[in-house]
């Protein structure tokens, strides 16, 4: 029998966050909080990987630094919404689950229990971890149709107005579009894009959609390195 967690690991992630205002995480922060208090497991630490799919092999650096913190012994236990907020590849799934036996770490789901200790536990997780990666696939199959499909009808797809672009997401928004040349010219002049979004912020240049915290240096450098 594991002993009683002393120090929980919370994990946090969402695949896609267009806003920037980690609304999404901070939702799953909440719900694993609560069950911690429920099972009595101290929260030592918030691991966080917004706007970061599970499923590519797109570096995790909280994902990675709450690994690590396992490995030394500075976390006994996982708490996470579901499973595939953890992972989505099986291959990475294993190598939790090794790790979990090898040194006794828990793992609690808000969406149901997972008892790696226990031969049907692990069953159970990698069952799940199986339909995650289907769901993966699946979803992978059908955006790139879509997309192929856009693409030949040269419709602009996304919900969002991209910036620099009017609201049919066809016509050029004059004053925005001067803004990303603006932007380009700084940073190829060796500005750093955080000091340009920096400065965006200081001077009221609002994002599309109204982000709460503004300018982002991830988001603005998406923008500067988009073909569009």
């Known amino acids: 029998m594991l002993r009683t967690p002393v120090a ?37 630490e918030v691991y966080v990987d917004n706007d970061v799919s599970a499923y590519t092999r797109r570096p995790r650096p909280a994902f990675n630094r709450m690994i690590a913190d396992l490995e030394a012994g500075r976390r006994d236990a996982v708490i996470c919404v579901d499973q595939d907020r953890l992972t989505r590849r099986p291959v990475e799934l294993e190598g939790f689950i090794d790790l979990a036996n090898r040194l006794g770490v828990a793992l609690a789901n808000v969406s149901g229990e997972t008892d790696l200790a226990t031969s049907d536990g692990r069953l159970r997780a990698r069952l799940l971890g199986i339909v995650a990666r289907q769901e993966s696939e699946k979803k992978s199959e059908r955006v790139t149709r879509e997309a192929e499909q856009a693409a030949r009808r040269g419709v602009p797809r996304g919900s969002n107005r991209p910036f620099g672009w009017q609201a049919d997401k066809l016509t050029v928004d004059e004053g925005e579009a001067g803004l990303v040349r603006e932007a380009v010219g700084r940073v190829l002049a060796g500005e750093t894009v955080p000091a340009v979004a920096a400065d965006w912020n200081q001077r009221g240049i609002r994002t599309p959609q109204g982000a709460r915290y503004g300018w982002s240096g991830p988001t603005l450098k998406t923008i500067l390195r988009s073909p569009r």
């Not at 946090?12 to 497991?41: F, H, N, P």
């Open 8 to 44: 929980a690991a919370v994990y946090c992630r969402i695949s896609a966050d267009k806003r920037g205002e980690g609304l999404g995480v901070a939702r799953q922060e909440d719900l694993c909080r609560r069950l911690a208090a429920e099972k009595g497991w101290p929260v030592a």
